[in-house]
């Protein structure tokens, strides 16, 4: 499964449109994460927690987009997309989405 944020693939023709593939997570943070990078706030840096918290979450949703395209018969996802929002507090949603093509 090829996955692009363009509109096409590098030197393939896109030969049909099957519809948006779409993958979401929602996470939540923990209380012990929270005690440290709230420590971590006060002295300034990097909050390493919370950044591999939403790298999993990325992941998480770009492999459930990809798994929907497969199940409609893609090859690829096209202009891809990735949006974050908060769902509640301390919970935020990461949702990955594009279109699912097949490819001569």
């Known amino acids: 499964m090829q996955i692009v944020t363009t509109e096409t693939v590098p030197d393939r023709e896109v030969v049909e449109a099957l519809g948006i593939a779409r993958g979401n997570t929602v996470e939540a943070r923990n209380v012990g994460r929270d005690?440290?990078?709230?420590?971590?706030?006060?002295?300034?840096?990097?909050?390493?927690?919370?950044?591999?918290?939403?790298?999993?979450?990325?992941?998480?949703?770009?492999?459930?987009?990809?798994?929907?395209?497969?199940?409609?018969?893609?090859?690829?996802?096209v202009n891809v997309r990735l949006e974050t929002s908060k769902v509640t507090e301390g919970g935020s949603e990461v949702i990955a989405y594009g279109t699912a093509v097949r490819l001569r």
Do not use: F, H, P
């Open 35 to 77: 005690i440290t990078q709230s420590l971590r706030n006060l002295t300034g840096g990097e909050l390493k927690a919370y950044s591999e918290l939403l790298t999993k979450a990325r992941d998480e949703a770009i492999d459930r987009m990809a798994a929907d395209a497969e199940s409609m018969g893609a090859d690829a996802v």
